[in-house]
């Protein structure tokens, strides 16, 4: 399957990709985690997002689109790959649908998690990651098992530069601004799907792939 995870910050793009990506079998391709990883490797690219990233603005469409569109042809992608923090403007939507299309390919589904942004400033606030894995914790809600120390590679836990609180609400107000047109780009489509990103964490998994699974025998 092709799916698209879309929410705000914070809203668990990245903790349900891990669940989906492992229970479907297909690549976690989070264009955050890609950036973030130029950074740390100080490439061309890192040193250019990176200042786009820490005033919580989005980096600029050139730069974001090429590394999608390559990576989705890649071999792993024959399955289907689940895209997380991908598209966030309407050109990224667009640029995206016209390399399906030349792929003889399409989205599935978009699946779009719903969470307020009190609890947002909340869950970011705690929010701990592996520098190797990228896979989310929160020191009150979801500890790892040592403190520290991420349970599914044993590498260090980092709190994200962009974590801080006053580049957390600049975040949000690029959400707002740029990335919540797409809700109605993709409902247009007939492509829209709206979870409660607020229950627990498995519980939400089950729901998605409940429904992508429902939506899979339809197609
Ligand atoms: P990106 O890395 O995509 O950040 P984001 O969209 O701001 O989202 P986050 O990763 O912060 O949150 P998430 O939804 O993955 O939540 P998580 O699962 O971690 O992008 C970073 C930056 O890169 C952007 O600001 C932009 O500058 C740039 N960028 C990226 N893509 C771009 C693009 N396409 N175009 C242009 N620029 C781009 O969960 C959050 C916390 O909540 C964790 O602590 C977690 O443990 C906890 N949590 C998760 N689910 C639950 C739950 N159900 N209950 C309780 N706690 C939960
Ligand atoms: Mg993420």
Redesign the pocket.
């Known amino acids: 399957m092709k799916l698209i995870l879309l929410?705000p910050?914070?809203?668990?793009?990245?903790?349900q990709a891990v669940n989906l990506s492992r229970e479907l079998q297909i690549p976690h391709i989070?264009?955050?985690?890609i950036?973030r990883a130029n950074i740390r490797e100080g490439t061309a690219l890192g040193l250019r997002a990176k200042s786009?990233?820490d005033a919580?603005?989005?980096?600029p469409d050139e730069l974001?689109v090429t590394i999608v569109t390559d990576r989705i042809q890649r071999d792993d992608c024959k399955n289907g790959f689940l895209l997380?923090?991908?598209?966030?403007?309407i050109p990224?939507a667009e640029s995206l649908a016209a390399a399906l299309k030349s792929m003889n390919a399409r989205i599935d589904a978009v699946i779009n998690l719903e969470v307020p942004d009190d609890v947002i400033v909340r869950?970011?606030a705690?929010?701990r990651v592996c520098k190797n894995c990228n896979r989310?914790?929160?020191v009150k809600?979801?500890p790892p098992k040592q403190e520290g120390i991420c349970d599914s590679c044993g590498a260090e836990l980092i709190i994200r530069d962009?974590d801080r609180a006053e580049t957390v609400l600049e975040?949000l107000k690029?959400y707002n601004e740029k990335t919540a047109h797409l809700i109605g780009f993709y409902v247009k489509r007939g492509l829209l799907l709206n979870f409660d990103?607020?229950?627990?964490?498995p519980e939400?998994t089950r729901e998605i792939l409940e429904t992508i699974g429902k939506q899979d025998n339809n197609l």
Do not use: C, N
């Open positions: 929410g910050p914070g809203a668990g793009k990245g903790t989070s264009t955050g985690d950036f786009y990233i919580g603005s989005l980096v974001t997380d923090g991908f598209p966030r403007t990224q869950r970011m705690g929010r989310s914790y929160h809600t979801i962009d975040r690029t990103g607020t229950k627990e964490i939400t």
